[in-house]
T-cell receptor, first 113, second 113 residues
């Protein structure tokens, strides 16, 4: 069965420091991977995706993610965190022929001034 | 503005009282779906629709119904709500099955007492 795991419930980072939000996946076949962000009282917003090609994917708001096939990981990164990056982040993998997204449990990112 | 709208945003109801949560998108998308979000579980798909009059079950369809009579609307119906359906619900849409990016509505927080 396809699955996604986000091992950290919360990540705390000081503003200006680099951040990493971890994600590992388990899929059969080639993975289609995504990151979404959810701000308080808002729906999810698409950040970036990996379908094929370069292992380093760049997305919105200065975020990027690194696909590592051998470690089955797709960690979200940003070189310099902002307080406004504080939000709930979800990793997801596309499953099967129905287009369904399977989400991780979410990681709360807290960026402190 | 391209968007997915949901109504109501907040709803408190009692066990057994039928309710409908509406979802509408103005992007002419073929594919629409409903998710529920619960702490520690991420988002789980309830139902999806690949086009008008085509709907199918997701991972947690029990206790829910949907219909897709028009392309823009995809209401979620709870015929006899129960407390275990207390959750945060999101409607999502995308152009079609082949498209990767999904657009999410703002969410409906439902409490069933």
């Amino acid at each position: 069965a396809q699955s996604v795991a986000q091992p950290e419930d919360q990540v705390n980072v000081a503003e200006g420091n680099p951040l990493t939000v971890k994600c590992t996946y388990s899929v059969s076949g080639n993975p289609y991977l995504f990151w979404y962000v959810q701000y308080p009282n808002r729906g999810l917003q698409f950040l970036l995706k990996y379908i094929t090609g370069d292992n380093l994917v760049k997305g919105s708001y200065g975020f990027e993610a690194e696909f590592n096939k051998s470690q089955t990981s797709f960690h979200l990164k940003k070189p310099s965190a902002l307080v406004s990056d504080s939000a709930l982040y979800f990793c997801a993998v596309r499953s099967g022929n129905t287009g369904k997204l399977i989400f991780g449990q979410g990681t709360t990112l807290q960026v402190k001034p | 503005e391209a968007q997915v709208t949901q109504n109501p945003r907040y709803l408190i109801t009692v066990t057994g009282k039928k309710l409908t949560v509406t979802c509408s998108q103005n992007m002419n998308h073929e594919y629409m779906s409903w998710y529920r979000q619960d702490p520690g579980l991420g988002l789980r798909q309830i139902y999806y629709s690949m086009n008008v009059e085509v709907t199918d079950k997701g991972d947690v369809p029990e206790g829910y119904k949907v219909s897709r009579k028009e392309k823009r609307n995809f209401p979620l119906i709870l015929e006899s709500p129960s407390p275990n359906q207390t959750s945060l619900y999101f409607c999502a849409s995308r152009t079609d099955l082949a498209t990767y990016e999904q657009y999410f509505g703002p969410g409906t927080r439902l409490t069933v007492t």
